[in-house]
Each structure stands twice: as structure tokens, then as C-alpha cells.
């Protein structure tokens, strides 16, 4: 038998240590087996997905100036559940084609939250974005709402969140932002507890981080959920995957953004793969 070259095994550990990890995050949610199931594809490439099995429901490339400081001000359908929280404190600039995101977050007491009519089960979102390197330890969270739907905190449902250092995929629906967990979590958090192994077992099944490093470039990135599935990739290349049941909830209402410092956003689209809003 032909042995393998070292060179042939380079080439293959991203795929392998991406397999690993998504077999030891996906086993613990049979529950979902009924659902459609997601791509078979090792590394999907989610763009071309999008592009050949969805429909386009949203484009805005910021072609325009805002209107001022309000929570409609940018335009075009956006909304933002903090604007109104500052008045006085403009943090979003549109210049020259980009939404450029300063988020007051000390004085609205939350970070920046801009979100826009979605409206799909499978989908997602393709968004053109920079880091400007204005302040410290910049990150971006992205994904969605449905703040029509009971006991989860505020709507949020999934989002994928990039730091300085690393890409967090998490279900805040089953995890975090469910009523009950939440409530169950604070009072080990204010008290500053440890939280029960049972718990913490629990949270660590909701998510996936993945090492990456953050600079000041423009990149495209895609966020998709496909069943009880959720991906993100950078420049066509799959950065993280992972699965829970939360991924799979019927009707992602809001795409979201939640800036706590500063971003710039060049471009963003919204596709509809499936929609079945029954519960």
C-alpha cells in the first residue's frame, strides 16, 4: 500500500479537526431526528446554497444618508431597539455606502441592537463587514429574533458572535435565553456561584467556539441556519457548524445585529430557503 504524505495529512487536518468537533457537539440532540436534515456536505459552501436553492428577500447595500438619530433613521426597514435609548448620541453614521456602527453602549446600557424583517425557517444572512480598529477588542454578534414567541428573553433565538480571538455559534432559545434556564443561571450568578454540573453540562451542549483572529480587513460573512443546523463562513471558507433543537425554530423573524463598540457594514442580504412557521 502507498503511504501517505506528510503534505497530504496537512492538507486534510482543517477538514478532520472541523469533523471532530462536529461530532462530539451534534450527538446529544436526537430529538431533532425528524426534521429535515441538514447538508451532508463536509464544508458546505453556504453562499452558492443560498444563491441556488433560496429566494433574495432583502438586499441593502446603504446607498443613502440617514435621516438622524432615531430608531428608523437608517432606512430601508431597519429598526433599532437601542436608538431611542440616546437620542442625543448618533451611533449610526451611513458614509459613503457603509453603515458605520458606534455603539453608546455605557449610556443606553446595552449595546447597540439593529435588526430588520427576516421572516424564514431555513436561511440566512450574506454580510459585508469590517472591524475599523477604532477601539479596543471590537467584536460583532449577528443572527435572530422572534420576540413574538413565549419564554425566551427578549425574542433571541441563535446568533453567531466573532471577538477578537474566536467564533461562538450558541442557541440562546434552548440555552441561556430561555426563561426558565435564566432564571435558574442568575441566581448562581448573583450570588457567584459555580453553576450545578447538571446546568453547566447543559449550556456547554448549546454552542461551539472556534479559535480565530480578528484584523482590520473587509470580509464576507455568512450565517445560515438549515434545520437544526447553524454555519458560519468567512470568504467562502466554513469557520463553524453546529447543531441544536433551538437552530431549528420555525420562524426567524428578525436578522440582528448587536454592536458593543464599533463595525462597519458595507452590505447585507437576507435569503429564504424554507419557510413553516407552524410550531
Not at 502507498?2 to 503534505?7: G, L, Q, Y
Not at 460583532?140 to 419564554?151: A, C, S
Not at 450545578?196 to 467556539?209: F, I, R, Y
Not at 469557520?239 to 433543537?245: G, I, L
Request: positive net charge; proline residues 6%.
Amino acid at each position: 500500500m502507498k503511504p501517505t504524505s506528510v503534505s497530504a495529512l496537512s492538507r486534510c487536518a482543517p477538514a478532520l479537526t472541523l469533523a471532530l468537533q462536529f461530532l462530539l457537539v451534534g450527538g446529544a440532540h436526537a430529538q431533532t431526528a425528524a426534521l429535515p436534515p441538514p447538508s451532508q456536505s463536509p464544508a458546505p459552501h453556504d453562499a452558492s446554497w443560498l444563491r441556488a436553492k433560496g429566494t433574495l428577500v432583502f438586499h441593502d447595500a446603504f446607498e443613502r444618508e440617514e435621516t438622524g438619530n432615531d430608531a428608523k433613521a437608517i432606512g430601508n426597514g431597519w429598526n433599532s431597539a437601542t436608538a431611542d435609548r440616546v437620542p442625543q448620541i448618533k451611533m449610526a453614521d451611513l458614509d459613503a455606502g457603509i453603515l458605520k456602527i458606534s455603539s453608546a453602549t455605557k449610556e443606553a446600557g446595552h449595546a447597540a441592537h439593529i435588526h430588520h424583517e427576516a421572516g424564514f425557517t431555513d436561511g440566512g444572512a450574506v454580510v459585508r463587514f469590517k472591524f475599523p480598529g477604532l477601539t479596543k477588542g471590537e467584536s460583532l454578534q449577528l443572527g435572530f429574533v422572534d420576540r413574538e414567541t413565549k419564554g425566551i428573553h427578549a425574542g433571541h433565538l441563535c446568533y453567531g458572535t466573532l471577538s477578537p480571538t474566536s467564533v461562538t455559534l450558541i442557541d440562546h432559545k434552548t440555552g441561556v435565553m430561555n426563561l426558565e434556564i435564566r432564571q435558574r443561571r442568575q441566581a448562581y450568578l448573583d450570588r457567584k456561584e459555580k453553576l450545578p454540573a447538571d446546568l453547566d453540562a447543559l449550556l456547554k451542549t448549546k454552542q461551539v467556539v472556534v479559535p480565530w483572529k480578528a484584523d482590520t480587513d473587509w470580509h464576507e460573512l455568512v450565517l445560515v441556519t438549515e434545520a437544526d443546523e447553524m454555519r458560519l463562513s468567512l470568504d467562502g471558507q466554513l469557520v463553524a457548524r453546529h447543531r441544536s433543537v433551538g437552530f431549528a425554530h420555525p420562524m426567524k423573524r428578525w436578522f440582528s445585529f448587536l454592536v458593543p463598540s464599533t463595525v462597519w457594514i458595507d452590505d447585507v442580504k437576507i435569503w429564504k430557503v424554507r419557510w413553516n412557521p407552524a410550531p
